[in-house]
Nanobody
Framework: EVQLQASGGGLVQAGGSLRLSCAAS????????IAWFRQAPGKEREGVSC????????SYADSVKGQFTISSDNAKNTVYLQMNSLKPEDTAVYYC????????????????WGQGTLVTVSS
């Protein structure tokens, strides 16, 4: 059974940091691209960051470049999203997703989705 378990969300003050984790099971982790998407209240879901588990290459949305860092631990089948200098506009439910086509902001290209973890940044 494929599972993507996102965790690490919570309430943080503006300027603070959080690290999200995405624990994967049920598929060959190192063959997949793992991405983080987020959906803010009243907005469409958007791609935030992605990592290619084969070569470690990463990509980021312009809005989070220099602020968020994605990393992967293939031994633990876990991807992390380190979020620093958080702003109220980063408030959203964060989802991790996995696919084999490549890093993309097109949701339909991903095969598996986790349940999401809520990040709330207070001003």
């Amino acid at each position: 059974e494929v599972q993507l378990q996102a965790s690490g969300g919570g309430l943080v003050q503006a300027g603070g940091s959080l690290r999200l984790s995405c624990a994967a099971s049920g598929f060959i982790f190192e063959y997949y691209y793992i991405a983080w998407f987020r959906q803010a209240p009243g907005k469409e879901r958007e791609g935030v960051s992605c990592i290619n588990n084969k070569d470690g290459s990463t990509s980021y949305a312009d809005s989070v470049k220099g602020q968020f860092t994605i990393s992967s631990d293939n031994a633990k089948n876990t991807v992390y999203l380190q979020m620093n200098s958080l702003k109220p506009e980063d408030t959203a439910v964060y989802y991790c997703t996995a696919g084999t086509i490549g890093c993309s902001r097109i949701e339909e290209l991903y095969e598996y989705w986790g349940q999401g973890t809520l990040v709330t940044v207070s001003s």
